[in-house]
């Protein structure tokens, strides 16, 4: 089974960048669907967006426009770049795996994103 490490979290001022990564270890990542979640507090956990195994990509309406998810198979690594951050954003963002976008059954630790007004 794959397992997904988080990096890239930490402060940033509304309208800033942030790029997350999600390392996986494992021969087989490829194969899987990878996606990204969030959990703001008091927040139930969000699909933010996920990407195929042959690159098409999907996003929630939300960060539609403003975030970049993409994989790149051959350094067992996902991204997300995250343009235009706003306050809301605020979340522990989770790098997960599985068989279909919006669905995982493997998850990483979470990375922290605070986004400041």
């Known amino acids: 089974q794959v397992q997904l490490v988080e990096s890239g979290g930490g402060l940033v001022q509304a309208g800033g960048s942030l790029r997350l990564s999600c390392a996986a270890s494992?021969?087989?990542?490829?194969?899987?669907?990878m996606n990204w979640f969030r959990q703001a507090p008091g927040k139930e956990r969000e699909f933010v967006a996920g990407i195929n195994r042959a690159g098409t990509t999907y996003y929630a309406d939300s960060v539609k426009g403003r975030f970049t998810i993409s994989r790149a198979n051959a350094k067992n690594t996902m991204y997300l770049q995250m343009n235009s951050l706003k306050p809301e954003d605020t979340a522990v963002y989770y790098c997960?795996?599985?068989?279909?976008?919006?669905?995982?059954?493997?998850w990483g630790q979470g990375t922290q994103v605070t986004v400041s007004s």
């Open positions: 494992g021969r087989t990542f490829s194969t899987y669907v």
């Open positions: 997960a795996a599985g068989g279909w976008v919006r669905e995982a059954d493997t």
